[in-house]
């Protein structure tokens, strides 16, 4: 892993500032001998402290929970991947939280990490994971993959949403949720409707917010809870009369609307819609995208321990509520993922209004150039930030993605404003990470998603924080459902 915008010529260094990556876990006793992967970051503000949480799909101490061959993975009851960690010094250094355990009647905490901090109570912090309830736990233990059947079907029967009041240092299980409605054709239904993914959200009136992709039914659920003291309950679907198949995003904007996106199935393939509760009902959804390719693959063209290396991704797909531009019309920022006549992925982009009123796409924002020789680029997992402005402290839009070229086992990380230059919509991208190398799993898992925040500022400039899963201590095995090593890396840059 190269740090590398601090080494680039004088012109640039206006355009990147000077990054710094390093390990969050992986350098220490206690999550060095196990994988890490797949982020959810927030900040958190408790007794004069500026806190940082991280959670991750954590694998640390389950031994005697989750047992791998070459083939094979079993899992048994008890497992947990509801791992995270902190740090009170803006990312210098991060303290290990530890996990939490499965709750009374649920059999396995299983990762998918969304987190968020209460809008009206900043020292309080909600972390969700997916969860197997003991109703679907089968007496031998889960092998392989949680889902099967049809793929509707799965293990998991729900999720389950952990509190810390104390900014994200400690948790505890707060509330598991979950939807048992009976669906004819999905005979697991009335144990819990599968969900995957998961995003939450919080705004100014301390209302909190958790949505997944119901894959038994199709659609997005959101939960709801008044404050950071109440219970979650669930709120009417945002894209009704639709099929959704991609993880949801949710975010919520300073008049507390909450905006929710997802891929869903249109007569000729997969869109992104995006949806806005306000007033306690959603509006209208609205189609931002042409076809996309939902979930998809990256061959990097070579072999490493003997398999050929691939990433599987996750929703390709970020947005974010911030200040708008002097027409009004792009309040809201998408960036999304799509595919050439050649397969290879790029960034284009989308602007709409608050309202979701006017939406149009904006080719100033799209990312499709070529490597070195002109050689095919693969774009994947981008991630857009917004700060809305304060007294003294200028708006700001950032954003980032990994990005492949190459028959090479690495991956290199790029941030750019998503703004404009003399009117004219524009997005210039610069490397903050080069050459991180890739050790995922046979399947291709390297953690489907991460996360970037802003963590505060350096005068009147912005600190963004990306998250990256990190092989940079090597890559000794990889087999059908595990590779090592895999933990969590950040990257802070100041612009």
């Not at 806190?51 to 083939?71: C, K």
């Not at 396995?108 to 901090?117: K, M, N, Q, R, Y």
């Not at 990097?300 to 996750?314: A, D, N």
């Amino acid at each position: 892993m190269k740090n590398v915008s601090c080494l680039l010529p004088a012109g640039l260094i206006l355009l990147a500032g000077c990054t710094n990556s390093h390990l969050v876990t992986g350098n220490d006793g206690q999550t060095s001998g196990a994988t890490q992967s797949e982020t959810s970051a927030t900040k958190s503000y408790v007794g004069g402290t500026n806190r940082l949480t991280v959670s991750y799909n954590d694998e640390t101490n389950e031994g005697q929970f989750i047992s791998y061959t070459a083939s094979d993975r079993v899992l048994s009851k008890g497992a947990s991947l509801m791992g995270w960690s902190y740090s009170d010094n803006a990312g210098a250094s991060w303290t290990y939280g530890g996990k939490l355990s499965p709750p009374k009647n649920w059999s396995v905490l299983w990762g998918d990490p969304a987190i968020t901090t209460s809008g009206a109570a900043y020292n309080t912090v909600f972390l969700s994971n997916l969860a197997v309830p003991d109703s679907k736990f089968p007496a031998g233990g889960i092998h392989g993959y949680v889902y099967y059947g049809d793929g509707k079907e799965s293990y998991i029967g729900g999720a389950c949403i952990a509190r810390s009041t104390d900014g994200g240092k400690t948790f505890s299980i707060y509330q598991c949720v979950d939807n048992k409605q009976p669906i004819a054709d999905v005979p697991d239904s009335s144990q819990g409707h599968f969900y995957d993914g998961g995003s939450m959200a919080s705004n100014g009136a301390g209302e909190i917010f958790a949505a997944y992709v119901d894959v038994a039914a199709g659609n997005i659920d959101v939960w709801r809870s008044p404050s950071a003291n109440s219970q979650f309950a669930p709120i009417a679907n945002p894209f009704p009369n639709s099929y959704a198949i991609s993880h949801p995003i949710l975010r919520t904007s300073r008049d507390n609307s909450l905006y929710v996106a997802a891929n869903l199935v249109g007569p000729s393939g997969y869109q992104l819609w995006i949806n806005r509760y306000a007033n306690g009902a959603w509006g209208n959804p609205v189609q931002i995208t042409p076809n996309m390719v939902v979930y998809p693959g990256i061959d990097f063209g070579t072999t490493l321990q003997g398999s050929e290396l691939t990433i599987r991704t996750g929703q390709q797909f970020s947005y974010d509520i911030g200040a708008a531009s002097e027409g009004g019309n792009d309040a809201v920022r998408i960036l999304f993922v799509l595919a050439d006549q050649k397969g290879h992925l790029f960034i284009d982009a989308a602007a709409c209004n608050a309202n979701l009123t006017t939406c149009g796409e904006v080719p100033g924002w799209r990312f499709q150039g070529g490597g070195p020789g002109n050689s095919a680029v693969d774009t994947f997992n981008p991630m857009v930030v917004a700060w809305p402005g304060f007294i003294g402290l200028p708006p700001s839009w950032q954003a980032s993605w990994a990005y492949h070229y190459g028959n090479v086992s690495t991956v290199n990380l790029s941030r750019a404003s998503v703004g404009y230059v003399n009117g004219n919509p524009l997005m210039i991208p610069v490397d903050i990470i080069q050459s991180t190398p890739v050790c995922s799993d046979i399947r291709g898992y390297w953690g489907d998603y991460d996360d970037m925040i802003m963590t505060g500022f350096q005068g009147t400039n912005g600190i963004w924080m990306r998250f990256l899963t990190d092989s940079t201590l090597g890559c000794s095995k990889r087999w059908e459902y595990t590779a090592t090593t895999q933990h969590v890396q950040q990257s802070n840059y100041v612009y």
